[in-house]
């Protein structure tokens, strides 16, 4: 008795929670495949350094290359991958590592864009659309002023947070790069334009380069996600849709006519429908009706 109790709340809880536990899948889901990518990416390495250390090279004594395909390097090549940046500084040269880049990239890419989907439309939730309405009903200010008012600071944050702050410390942590420099390559990044002329962490003397490395892969995923929740946010805004719908395609009024009318044929015949089947159950919920004919009754009171 308790087990069936024990398992029916379960399934409530689930079936309630439903799309948060789709979501939490979702994000955990592409985290292992960023780190399933790396995993491999770095093996490879690891067969070319086995495969050279036969024939008496020695790879790991090559300061240049001893950190091409470490872990650290492959999940941030595998973030730049999944995420169409691709800088091309860092590429696999065997056959192998070619085939598995394109099914990875298949694969990945669209499990990409589905993750920062989700992402976005739960964050702009919270950072968009409650804070204006409860601007717009709270202190009763006009929806569209404050829609307007939001964006351009929400704007301003994101900037100030991932352009002019990454870009002073980029500026510091890498020896040859100025603030100019830096906030180029934050935007060439962010963009997914990805020149590859400018990438972090690839100095001899980089000081906690496996941590420097990490943080920069998740400053690109929270910086893509902090840019698509501007872009949706801007799209919201009642003017630039009205200014969009200059450039969209009319769909002609026959085709929607034809539309209405299958609607609505549709939705009579089941309202009719609807309408049969509830007078059959009143009448079979009525508890005095006589099932004889009225002749009948006639015929017995001429009787």
Request: proline residues 2%; negative net charge; glycine residues 6%.
């Amino acid at each position: 008795m308790l087990q069936s109790l024990a398992g029916s709340s379960c399934v409530r809880l689930v079936e309630q929670h439903r799309s948060a536990w789709c979501f939490a899948l979702l994000v955990l889901g592409y985290l292992l495949y960023l780190v399933f990518g790396a995993v491999v990416f770095s093996s490879q390495f690891l067969m070319r350094v086995l495969e050279a250390s036969n024939y008496g090279v020695s790879v790991l004594s090559n300061a240049s290359g001893n950190w091409n395909w470490d872990f650290t390097s492959s999940l941030f090549f595998a973030s730049t991958v999944l995420s169409t940046t691709g800088y091309g500084h860092t590429v696999p040269l065997s056959d192998g590592g070619k085939a598995f880049c394109i099914i990875y990239s298949v694969i990945g890419i669209p499990f990409t864009l589905l993750f920062l989907t989700a992402v976005v439309q739960r964050i702009i939730v919270y950072v968009t659309r409650r804070p204006v309405l409860y601007f717009h009903i709270r202190w009763g200010f006009s929806k569209q002023v404050v829609a307007i008012i939001h964006a351009m600071v929400l704007g301003f944050i994101t900037v100030s947070c991932f352009f002019l702050i990454p870009a002073a410390i980029f500026s510091v942590l890498e020896d040859d790069w100025n603030f100019l420099e830096s906030f180029y390559f934050c935007f060439i990044s962010l963009s997914t334009i990805g020149l590859g002329d400018y990438v972090p962490g690839e100095g001899y003397n980089q000081k906690f380069r496996e941590l420097y490395k990490i943080g920069i892969t998740c400053y690109l995923l929270m910086g893509l996600i902090a840019m698509l929740v501007v872009l949706e946010t801007f799209c919201e805004l009642h003017e630039l849709k009205k200014f969009r719908k200059l450039f969209y395609v009319k769909k002609d009024k026959e085709e929607d006519q034809v539309h209405i009318m299958e609607h609505d044929q549709l939705s009579f015949s089941s309202i009719s429908d609807q309408a049969a089947s509830m007078k059959d159950d009143q009448k079979a919920n009525e508890p005095f009706v006589n099932s004889q004919s009225p002749t009948s009754n006639d015929s017995s009171l001429n009787n």
